[in-house]
T-cell receptor, first 113, second 116 residues
């Protein structure tokens, strides 16, 4: 069975510092990978997704993620965070195009002034 | 274009009651997926409907059911509510099946259900 593990439930980081949110997945087949963001009291919004091709994926709001097949990871990064990045971030995977999307448990990003 | 709307936004029920939640997808979207979000379990997939047919189902008991109408609007029903059903219920819509590579799911703001 496929699964997604977000290694940190909470990540505090100072404003303007870089951040990395970690995501590992398990699957015996090729996968599509996603990162979503949930701002307080809102639904989820797609940040970026990896389907195939270049392993470095750029998304909205200055975020990017790198797919590493050998380490089965899809870590999310931003070189300089802003207070407005305070949110919960979810990594997700779908093992094939007819299956459901499986989400990780989320990582809360706290931006410190 | 209007986003995904969910009604009601907040709901309080007591154990044993039943509840119906509604989701209106983005115009032209034919797929609606439902998720349960809790602090302990995160986001868990409930089911996906496409063109009025259930296409995928998560690991939830039969008390959780859904349906989709010809205009793509969807409802989710939970019967015999339990305290553990307290959660944020999110729906998401997409043109085609959510897991297709070119699809993007658009989420509504959710319905927050509290079971007392």
């Amino acid at each position: 069975a496929q699964s997604v593990t977000q290694l940190d439930s909470q990540v505090p980081v100072f404003e303007e510092a870089p951040v990395e949110l970690r995501c590992n997945y398990s699957s015996s087949v090729s996968v599509y990978l996603f990162w979503y963001v949930q701002y307080p009291n809102q639904g989820l919004q797609l940040l970026l997704k990896y389907l195939s091709g270049s392993t470095l994926v750029k998304g909205i709001n200055g975020f990017e993620a790198e797919f590493n097949k050998s380490q089965t990871s899809f870590h999310l990064r931003k070189p300089s965070v802003h207070i407005s990045d305070t949110a919960e971030y979810f990594c997700a995977v779908t093992p094939n195009r007819d299956d459901k999307i499986i989400f990780g448990k989320g990582t809360r990003l706290h931006i410190l002034p | 274009k209007a986003g995904v709307t969910q009604t009601p936004r907040y709901l309080i029920k007591t154990r044993g009651q039943q509840v119906t939640l509604s989701c209106s997808p983005i115009s032209g979207h034919r797929s609606v997926s439902w998720y349960q979000q809790t602090p302990g379990q995160g986001l868990q997939f409930l089911f996906e409907y496409f063109s009025e047919t259930q296409r995928n189902k998560g690991n939830f008991p039969g008390r959780f059911s859904g349906r989709q109408f010809s205009n793509s609007r969807s409802e989710m029903n939970v019967s015999t509510l339990e305290l553990g059903d307290s959660a944020l219920y999110l729906c998401a819509s997409s043109h085609g099946l959510a897991a297709l590579p070119r699809e993007t799911q658009y989420f509504g703001p959710g319905t927050r259900l509290l079971v007392l």
